[in-house]
């Protein structure tokens, strides 16, 4: 019973900035790995960007400079700040998480719902 609620989306111009923030709730011991996903219209959901609970950081070449995933572990949440916005970053943007409930637990998957980001002038 792990809850993902991702916020921030919205309408933006080209070469402006956006901040997208999900927050984990619930039944949480430790969250192992957080990813941010996208899904365009008519297109695949793509990986945009990962970043483990020590701290590793990936992310897909099409964001790689322009982007930035953070997390703050005290409050379950991971953000993705996104500057130099182009259209096609226009997407509904997911979260991810890999949560283990308890001490015991192996890291399940859970996903947010997710928000739309419109990148349009």
């Known amino acids: 019973q792990v809850q993902l609620v991702e916020s921030g989306g919205g309408l933006v111009q080209p070469g402006g900035s956006l901040r997208l923030s999900c927050a984990a709730s619930?039944?949480?011991?430790?969250?192992?790995?957080m990813r941010w996903y996208r899904q365009a219209p008519g297109k695949e959901r793509e990986l945009v960007a990962t970043?483990?609970?020590?701290?590793?950081?990936n992310y897909a070449d099409s964001v790689k400079g322009r982007f930035t995933i953070s997390r703050d572990n005290a409050k379950n949440t991971v953000s993705l700040q996104m500057n130099s916005l182009k259209p096609e970053d226009t997407a509904v943007y997911y979260c991810?998480?890999?949560?283990?409930?308890?001490?015991?637990?192996?890291?399940?998957?859970?996903w947010g719902k997710g928000t739309l980001v419109t990148v349009s002038s």
């Open positions: 991810n998480a890999n949560v283990r409930e308890t001490m015991m637990s192996s890291g399940i998957d859970y």
């Open positions: 619930g039944s949480i011991f430790s969250i192992r790995t």
């Open positions: 970043i483990t609970s020590g701290g590793t950081i």
